[in-house]
């Protein structure tokens, strides 16, 4: 089983940037797709970004332009850097991960993080 350790989370100002980072366990790391995913209150959980095991990468149309994901298999770990951060990306981000290609949906991820709180103030 893959474990997910998330940081980087914290509060910043609109306009900063902030880079959250996921590390796994395990040595398929770079056989599996992973995902950034958020949850603020009220709201479904929703797609952020993903990257595949060829470092294809898809991205939802909020943050296109403004957030990068990457990963580095010699460290085990992906990253998502995040620029000229809005009051709406204030959510929890959570790391994901599943064999094979990425998806959009949450459900078909297999193993998941802990969350970490990004806010972001005006």
């Known amino acids: 089983q893959v474990q997910l350790v998330e940081s980087g989370g914290g509060l910043v100002q609109a306009g900063d940037s902030l880079r959250l980072s996921c590390a796994a366990s395990g040595r398929t790391f770079s056989t599996y797709a992973m995902g950034w995913f958020r949850q603020a209150p009220g709201k479904e959980r929703e797609i952020v970004a993903a990257?595949?095991?060829?470092?294809?990468?898809i991205y939802a149309d909020s943050v296109k332009g403004r957030f990068t994901i990457s990963r580095d298999n010699a460290k085990n770990t992906v990253y998502l850097q995040m620029n000229s951060l809005k009051p709406e990306d204030t959510a929890v981000y959570y790391c994901?991960?599943?064999?094979?290609?990425?998806?959009?949906?949450?459900?078909?991820?297999?193993?998941w993080g802990q969350g970490t709180q990004v806010t972001v103030s005006s």
């Open positions: 990257i595949s095991w060829s470092t294809s990468t």
């Open positions: 994901a991960a599943k064999p094979g290609s990425y998806s959009y949906t949450a459900g078909t991820y297999n193993y």
